[in-house]
């Protein structure tokens, strides 16, 4: 993984992230939360936070699917990167260590979520006002294959 390229090859032409590009996100979470001072979050280095803002290792790979690192993120320095030897260490460490597999689906979940501007289900309090007619048509459906899966898996 010391080839960072792929870092440039978030969405194929269709508009879909790449396989390549969620398998480079996988690699970078286990990377950055391995560190020492790494604790429950890290800092998001997506096009968006850029650093700024903390997560954990499921917002931090959802944000980065959803938008991409920040320019010209090849080394990883705010997350404890000095040189391709601190990678290369990593990869030695690393390859007896087994990972924990994000949940697409629950990925996908959250970035409608997140696109639709409403409150998870994670956050506490009420919603600041009632969606309109068709997102609620809309959480009401989503609501319902939850549900469904939930009930055949």
């Given amino acids: 993984m010391n080839d960072r390229s792929w870092i440039d090859r978030h969405v194929d032409d269709s508009g879909f992230v790449t396989i390549e590009f969620k398998e480079g996100v996988q690699f970078f979470v286990r990377f950055a ?37 920040m320019n010209n993120y090849y080394t990883w320095y705010v997350h404890g990167e000095t040189s391709s030897n601190t990678v290369r260490n990593f990869e030695e460490e690393s390859s007896n260590m087994e990972f ?4 697409v689906d629950a990925l996908y979940h959250e970035m409608v979520v997140d696109a639709m501007d409403a409150q998870s289900e994670y956050n506490e309090g009420p919603m600041a006002k009632e969606p309109n007619s068709k997102a609620r048509e809309f959480y009401d459906l989503l609501h319902a294959a939850e549900v469904h899966i939930g009930a055949g898996g």
Avoid: D, Q, T, Y
Wanted: net charge positive; proline share 7%.
């Fill in 33 to 69: 939360f391995s560190r020492p001072k790494a604790k429950s979050e890290v800092k998001c280095p997506c096009s968006k936070c850029k650093c700024r803002k903390w997560g954990n290792p499921e917002v931090v790979s959802m944000h980065l699917c959803k938008h991409g690192f």
């Fill in 100 to 103: 924990v597999k994000i949940e």
